[in-house]
């Protein structure tokens, strides 16, 4: 990945949105027409590898997008899926439930040719918690039984040093720099009170940056920019997506969420990165 990994930044993927207006002012600017111009324009700028959930408007998006000749690469995140449903409220399986629909959604991604496929970091926080990490095995198998490099993401330093002792043979790991996946006694216990939405604190990057740079597989840090929240200046992305840079190991990416509605947010951001980079 030549300066990072680029993530549409388009709410359909999140599996609560905060802020229902906000979502809904993502979707309706993100038309098929607009996401391949900007995969395209990303493409053009050195950018090669896009991160995204697996959804079913792929079907459709997937075929305009090579059919233009855009070439980058594919990185998947998947979700307990359903063929012809979509996704799943976690809330409403069982982690072999999550486990299997993960697998599908997986073998449905596998036909956009992804180079390599994560299992969601909500869904891998969701299995720790129930004491079912060691299925996310069975996961890794299969997704190398479909020839794709697998990956598992997750919002909590702890299970990603768990996931190193584990050793289950994945390719890659995600990691959230901020834990949005607490659960209430999380907080409580934490801060002794709960946050309005998903809880945003300055202390979780270096929790996980610290953690990050003792696991030996290439990880893919995102939430740098705090989903938005660190974007009121230009210098203030700056600062955020520098501190990620000099924060992980050397092989090592970031992630980073475009949603270019007001500005040329693939120009200002690889030109940023590159400048952070040199």
């Not at 809330?91 to 629909?101: D, F, I, M, S, Y």
């Not at 979780?204 to 974007?231: F, H, I, N, Q, W």
């Not at 050397?250 to 400048?275: N, W």
Request: charged letters at 25%; proline letters at 5%.
């Amino acid at each position: 990945m030549e300066e990072y990994v680029f993530r549409l930044n388009c709410t359909e993927n999140a599996p609560e949105p905060f802020n229902r207006q906000y979502d809904m002012h993502m979707l309706e600017w993100f038309t098929d027409e607009r996401i391949v111009k900007l995969l395209l324009d990303c493409e053009g700028a050195g950018i090669n590898t896009w991160q995204a959930s697996f959804n079913l408007n792929m079907k459709r998006q997937f075929p305009k997008l090579r059919g233009v000749g855009c070439k980058i690469q594919f990185l998947c995140l998947a979700w307990p899926y359903e063929e012809g449903k979509g996704r799943r409220p976690m809330a409403e399986q069982t982690p072999e439930e999550v486990l299997e629909g993960t697998i599908r959604c997986a073998q449905a991604a596998a036909v956009f040719k992804p180079i390599g496929i994560a299992f969601h970091g909500h869904a891998t926080d969701r299995l720790y918690r129930a004491g079912k990490i060691d299925l996310l095995k069975s996961y890794i198998n299969r997704v190398h039984d479909l020839g794709i490099a697998a990956g598992i993401s997750t919002h909590n330093p702890k299970i990603l040093t768990t996931l190193e002792e584990k050793a289950f043979g994945n390719d890659f790991y995600m990691a959230g720099l901020h834990y949005v996946s607490r659960h209430k006694e999380d907080w409580i216990k934490e801060i002794g009170t709960l946050p309005l939405d998903e809880g945003w604190i300055a202390a979780d990057p270096p929790r996980m940056a610290e953690a990050v740079c003792k696991v030996s597989k290439p990880t893919l840090v995102y939430k740098v920019l705090g989903a938005g929240r660190k974007c009121g200046s230009e210098e203030q992305k700056r600062e955020a997506i520098a501190w990620a840079y000099k924060n992980i190991k050397p092989i090592d990416a970031a992630i980073i969420g475009l949603y270019p509605r007001f500005s040329d947010q693939v120009t200002e951001t690889t030109k940023m990165v590159r400048e952070i980079l040199a």
